[in-house]
C-alpha cells in the first residue's frame, strides 16, 4: 500500500528538518537570496485574500506565521471573510488598483480575472515557483491560453454522500454505486422517503456542477474548450425532469422545505441534520458534514456512471492561488505560493481544507494523519481515479454568474412555474448571454 | 485663515457671544462679527461639504458617466452611449425587479401608515405608562432592517416555522411563508409594516400639536368621535401625513437587507422578491455589469424623483396648512 511510502517519505522530511529533505523549491529559494537577483533582503509586505471558516483563517494565520519566521523579510498580511463576501471584495479592490498580492481563486472565477489582465502569468516567476509536482490531473487546470494563472490547491470531485444509518432504519441495501442508474436514484430516494421519517435525498439543482456530471456522461461537458456552452437543451430538459421526477415521486421535500434548506448552507442541509438520506456534494465537505451530523456518511459514486457513454464525475481544482499582475514584488508573492504549495510545513497545517493536496508528494505526507472522514475522502478520489474521462476545460468568461442562473430556474421547475423544457431553453439563453 | 485661529475664535465665541446682546455695539463692531462668524461658520461646515463632494456628488456624477458605459471592474470603462439604458427595455428581470419593488412599496408604505397612524392616536388618548409603549413599539424599527431581523423572520415564517407550528395546531397546512413565490413577498411586506414606529412617533408629535379646544368645541356640538377625527384632526394632520409619506415612500424604494438576507442574495424563490435595489447589486457585484448596474440606480433615482414631485404637487390638492 502507498500508506507505507507516504509514511517513509514523511518521517525523512520531518528528521531531516526545514530544508534538507525538501529538494528544490527552498533551495532555490535561499539560492536567489544569496545571490540577491529574484529576492532581495529588502523588507517587504505583501498581502493574501481567501475566503473560508473560521478554521481556515486561524490555520492560515499560523502557516504565513512560520512563513515569516523563515523569510523575516517578508511580512504577510491577511485578508479573508466568508465565500458569499469575498467575490464582491476581490472585485471592488482589484477595480480600485488595490488588488491583494496573492489571492485565493476558483475555478468559475478564475479566468475572469486573468482574461482581464488581472493576474500574473505564473510561469513569469517560474525560478521561484516549483510546479513540477502537481497531479497532472489538475496541473494544467490553471492554464488559459498557455500562460499559467492560478496553482491548484487541491483536488475535489463532486459526488453523493449517503447516511447509512437512515438505509438501515429504511431497512434497505446502499446501491451498488458501479452500475446503477438515474432511475434507480429516484427509486431510491422515494423508498427512503417512504421508509424512514425523513427525506430520500435533497434537491440536487441548485450546484450546475450536477448539470455538469450529468451531461459528461453523455459526452457532453458544461462548456466547451473556446469557453461556449456544452451541452444540449435536450440534456437539460432531461436533467431538470430528474429532479422534478425526485419531487413527484416523494424522493426529495416539497419545494418550499428544500428553497429553506439550500438558504442554510451546508450546516442546515438535509444530511447535517439527520433528515435525510442522501445528497450531492464536494469530497471536501465529508469532514465537516460528518461531523455536524454526528454520522458516519458514506461517498458513493454518481449514478448513471455506466449507463451512457462515459462517467461524469471528474476531478476539479478545490482552488487556485494567484498572483496579481500589478504586484510590485512579484518573485516574494511567488516564494509565498510555493511555501503554501510545497513546502511541508504549510501542509501539516493545511492538511485537506483546500482539497486533497495537488502535490502529490505533499499529498502522501499529508495522508497518514487525516481523520477518518478525510482519509474515506482520500480513499474515495484514489479510487475514482482510473474511471475518469478527461478533466473539464476552464469555465469561461461570465460562469460565476450561471450559478444564480441555474438556482432561480430550478427554482421555478420545482415550483411548477416552468416545464423542464422550457427551463432548458431559458437557461440556455441566460448563460448563453451571461458568458457571450 | 489658519486652523488653531479659528479653533481660538470658535473656543473664545461663546464667552463673548452674551455681551452684543447687552451693549447691542456699534453697526461697524457687530459687521465685523458677523463676518467672523460667518467665516467659523463654514469652517465648521468644511468637513461636511468635502464629504459631501468628495463621498456623494463625486460618486453621483461618477455613476452617471458609468451609466454610459460598458464597465466589468477590472478593465478601464468603455463608452457605448445609451446602450445600458436600451438594454433594460429587454431585460425581463429589469421589469420583474419593477413589478416587485412597486407592489412592495405600494401596498407596504399605506398600510404602514395606517397602522402607526392607529396606534398613536391609541397612544395620544392618555394611556398610563406611555413613554414605555411608545419606545416598545418604535423598537422594531430600530430592528427592521438589521440582519438579526431578517433571519428571525424565516425561523418564524418558513415552512417549518412558528407560525405554522402554530396553524398545525388548528389543523390548517401553512405553505412557506418566505420560501413559497406567493407568498415572500407578503412576508416582506408584513416585515416592512411591522417597522412603523419611526412614522407613529412624528404622528404622535403631530397629534401633540392638535388644540384641545377644537374638540372641546365640537363635543359641545355634538360631534361623534368619528367626526372629530374625520373632520379635525385628519385634516390638521395632513402635513404630517404627507411628510411620512415621502419619507416611506422614498425609504421603500430602497429596501435591500430584508430581501438579500431573507431570500440569501438571490431575491428568490424564483424572483419573488428580487427587489429593484437588488437586482442592481447582482448586476454590478455579481456579473461584473458596474455600468449597466449604475444605469439601472439612475433609473431608480429618476423613478423616485418623479413620484415625489408628483407627491408635492398632488399635496396641494389634500394638504392642508393651517395658515392657509
Known sequence: ?436 | MSATDAAERSATGPATTPEPATSAGTPRRRRGRVAEDRRAAWLFLLPWFLGLAFITVGPILGSLYLSFTDYSLLTAPEWTGLDNYRRMLGDPRFFTSLRVTFTYVFVSVPLQLAFALLLAIVLNRGVRGLPIYRSIYYLPSLLGSSVAIAILWRRVFGAEGLVNAVLALVGIQGPGWVSHPDWALSSLIVLNVWTFGSPMVIFLAGLRQIPGMYYEAAQVDGASTWQQFRRITLPLLTPIIFFNLVLQLINAFQSFTQAFIVSGGTGGPADSTLFYTLYLYQRGFGAFDMGYASALAWVLLMIVAALTAINFLASKYWVFYGDE
Open chain 1, 1 to 436: 500500500m502507498a500508506l507505507v511510502g507516504a509514511l517513509a517519505l514523511a518521517a525523512t522530511a520531518c528528521g531531516g528538518g526545514d530544508s534538507g529533505a525538501t529538494p528544490a523549491p527552498e533551495d532555490t529559494a535561499a539560492a536567489g537570496n544569496g545571490a540577491g537577483e529574484t529576492t532581495s533582503d529588502e523588507q517587504v509586505t505583501l498581502r493574501f485574500s481567501w475566503w473560508g471558516s473560521d478554521a481556515r483563517h486561524e490555520d492560515t494565520q499560523e502557516v504565513i506565521d512560520r512563513f515569516e519566521a523563515e523569510h523575516p523579510n517578508i511580512k504577510i498580511e491577511g485578508e479573508y471573510t466568508g465565500w458569499g463576501d469575498y467575490w464582491d471584495r476581490l472585485a471592488t479592490t482589484v477595480a480600485g488598483g488595490d488588488a491583494p498580492d496573492i489571492m485565493q481563486h476558483e475555478s468559475r472565477y478564475l479566468r475572469e480575472y486573468a482574461d482581464r489582465g488581472a493576474l500574473l502569468d505564473l510561469t513569469t516567476v517560474s525560478d521561484t515557483l516549483d510546479l513540477s509536482e502537481l497531479d497532472p490531473l489538475v496541473a494544467e487546470s490553471g492554464a488559459v491560453d498557455g500562460a499559467v494563472y492560478g496553482v491548484p490547491t487541491g483536488i475535489n470531485a463532486y459526488t453523493l454522500m449517503v447516511d447509512p444509518q437512515a438505509f438501515e432504519e429504511a431497512g434497505l441495501e446502499l446501491p451498488d454505486d458501479t452500475s446503477w442508474t438515474w432511475d434507480d436514484f429516484v427509486q431510491l430516494a422515494a423508498d427512503l422517503s417512504e421508509n424512514t421519517e425523513g427525506y430520500g435525498a435533497q434537491d440536487k439543482g441548485f450546484n450546475e456542477t450536477d448539470l455538469q456530471i450529468f451531461a459528461r456522461q453523455r459526452g457532453e461537458d458544461m462548456y466547451t474548450e473556446d469557453g461556449q456552452l456544452g451541452f444540449s437543451q435536450q440534456t437539460a430538459a432531461d436533467w431538470w425532469q430528474v429532479g422534478l421526477d425526485l419531487l413527484e415521486t416523494g424522493g426529495t421535500p416539497d419545494a418550499s422545505i428544500t428553497t429553506e434548506v439550500q438558504a442554510g448552507g451546508v450546516d442546515q442541509s438535509l444530511l447535517a441534520t439527520n433528515r435525510g438520506a442522501m445528497a450531492f456534494f464536494w469530497t471536501n465537505e465529508l469532514g465537516a458534514l460528518s461531523e455536524t451530523s454526528g454520522r458516519e456518511l458514506q461517498l458513493l459514486r454518481y449514478p448513471g456512471e455506466s449507463e451512457h457513454e462515459q462517467p461524469g464525475m471528474f476531478f476539479k481544482p478545490a482552488m487556485f492561488y494567484a498572483v496579481a499582475a500589478d504586484t510590485p514584488h512579484p518573485e516574494e508573492a511567488a516564494l509565498f505560493v510555493d511555501f503554501l504549495l510545497n513546502d511541508e510545513q504549510a501542509a501539516e497545517i493545511i492538511m485537506t481544507d483546500r482539497g486533497l493536496p495537488a502535490n502529490t508528494r505533499i499529498r502522501d505526507f499529508v495522508l497518514p494523519d487525516l481523520s477518518p472522514a478525510e482519509q474515506q475522502a482520500a480513499d474515495f478520489l484514489a479510487e475514482i481515479e482510473d474511471e475518469l474521462a478527461s478533466p473539464p476545460p476552464v469555465p469561461p468568461v461570465g460562469a460565476g454568474e450561471i450559478v444564480s442562473i441555474v438556482q432561480r430556474i430550478n427554482e421555478e421547475v420545482l415550483f411548477g412555474r416552468l416545464t423542464p423544457e422550457e427551463a432548458a431553453e431559458r437557461f440556455l439563453s441566460e448563460a448563453n448571454a451571461a458568458i457571450g
